[in-house]
């Protein structure tokens, strides 16, 4: 079903708030990756609020459908997300990177129920997907399993081996999100180690594959039911974002990728965020 203005309205919202939230937990914390988070995050919030089959009371609910977030260090937009998903209270963001915080600067499942998987090191999360999709078909389960890649994260030759198991095993109960914001952590994703045809390549190994704009919560959410319904072949989601998104000094600069705004730059990101 097409999200109607009201609900547009309404997602739009949930990620203008975790866009606030992200700036606020990495100045706070002093340390964190503002950028990669702020061009993942409207993709989060239509996946969150629109398709995970999920229980909030019940986290580890065998029949839920799971996120992996490969780009592991994105950790303030997926948290911004679950707290508004209602895992855990708003206050606790605040408690993002601190000694012993259920809230680490990596994902821990060993401290937070909700989160599906540890990671953070990159080009891990397609592989741990097929293993929990694989498992899904022999339990005849219906769940999904959703991956967050990062356009610089697959230049690890990990991610080639696991899409081709992916779709060696018929696995369209897997659906990668490439969030492809064209900057990793030090300069262009081409200048580092261009990816060239994304798409062909992935397609050559066996994947359905959906070009869409990242921001746009309308194409993410048909992006996302077109690979529900997809049969026989998982299915690639290349979502074209800008990193930074929304806040005018952190767009298409690889300088936030991993950098705490200051107290005047997290004023200022506030101020364009209202
Ligand atoms: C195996 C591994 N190598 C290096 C790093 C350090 N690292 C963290 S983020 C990053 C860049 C990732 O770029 P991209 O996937 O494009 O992330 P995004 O721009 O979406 O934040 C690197 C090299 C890591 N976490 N894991």
């Not at 303030?76 to 915080?101: I, N, Q």
């Not at 929304?246 to 600069?253: A, C, H, P, Q, Y």
Request: negative net charge.
């Amino acid at each position: 079903m097409m999200v109607d203005t009201q609900e547009l309205e309404k997602l739009q919202g949930i990620a203008r708030q975790c866009r606030r939230d992200i700036v606020k937990m990495v100045h706070h914390a002093g340390s964190g990756h503002p950028a990669g988070s702020l061009s993942a995050i409207d993709i989060l919030v239509v996946l969150y609020f629109r398709h995970m089959n999920i229980r909030t009371e019940e986290p580890q609910w065998r029949e839920r459908d799971m996120f992996f977030l490969s780009k592991g260090h994105c950790t303030p937009a997926y948290y911004s997300v679950l707290a508004a998903r209602g895992y855990f209270d708003h206050d606790e963001l605040m408690t993002f990177r601190d000694l012993g915080t259920r809230l680490q600067g990596h994902p821990s499942n060993t401290h937070l129920e909700c989160v599906d998987s540890s990671s953070g090191s990159l080009g891990q999360g397609l592989s741990l997907a097929n293993g929990a999709a694989l498992a899904a078909k022999y339990d005849l389960l219906d769940s999904r399993y959703y991956v967050m890649l990062g356009d610089g994260e697959i230049q690890e030759g990990q991610v080639w081996e696991a899409a081709m198991t992916s779709s060696d095993h018929d696995l369209d109960n897997v659906c990668a999100i490439l969030d492809a914001n064209s900057i990793q952590l030090d300069g262009p994703v081409d200048s580092v180690k261009s990816l060239g045809d994304i798409d062909a390549k992935w397609r050559a190994f066996g994947w359905h594959v959906i070009d869409i704009d990242g921001h746009n919560m309308q194409e993410v959410d048909e992006a996302l039911t077109q690979a529900n319904s997809t049969i026989g072949r998982p299915t690639l989601i290349i979502a074209r974002t800008v990193k930074g998104k929304g806040v005018s000094f952190m767009e298409n600069t690889s300088k936030y990728h991993g950098l705490a705004p200051t107290d005047e730059e997290l004023e200022l990101a506030l101020e364009e965020l209202r």
